[in-house]
């Protein structure tokens, strides 16, 4: 088995900054990729930030240049740096892996942004 755990979301003023964690444990053999998702209230999830075994990153439109992805392969974990943030921004962040035997999600993290 294996669990991701994601930790930093919270409250935040508009042009605050929040920092995600997500922390991969268990049965791991390799990550290939992993990726920050969000959903918002009444909307469907959609992909954030994704990060490849290679370090290749990819953003939605609307955070490239406020949000970067990275991680630590020593710790199987992943970062979230979010810059910048809008009241748009606002809503569940949820991490994701792409692991050799499978795909597996967080719990997620609520990240509220106020104007």
């Known amino acids: 088995q294996v669990q991701l755990v994601e930790s930093g979301g919270g409250l935040v003023q508009a042009g605050g900054s929040l920092r995600l964690s997500c922390a991969a444990s268990?049965?791991?053999?390799?990550?290939?990729?992993m990726g920050w998702y969000r959903q918002a209230p009444g909307k469907q999830r959609e992909l954030v930030a994704a990060i490849t075994s290679r370090d290749s990153t990819d953003y939605q439109d609307s955070v490239k240049g406020r949000f970067t992805i990275s991680r630590d392969k020593s710790k199987n974990t992943a970062y979230l740096q979010m810059n910048s943030l809008k009241p748009e921004d606002t809503a569940v962040y949820y991490c994701?892996?792409?692991?050799?035997?499978?795909?597996?999600w967080g719990q997620g993290t609520q990240v509220t942004v106020s104007s």
């Open positions: 994701a892996a792409q692991i050799v035997g499978g795909n597996y």
């Open positions: 268990g049965s791991i053999f390799r990550i290939n990729a």
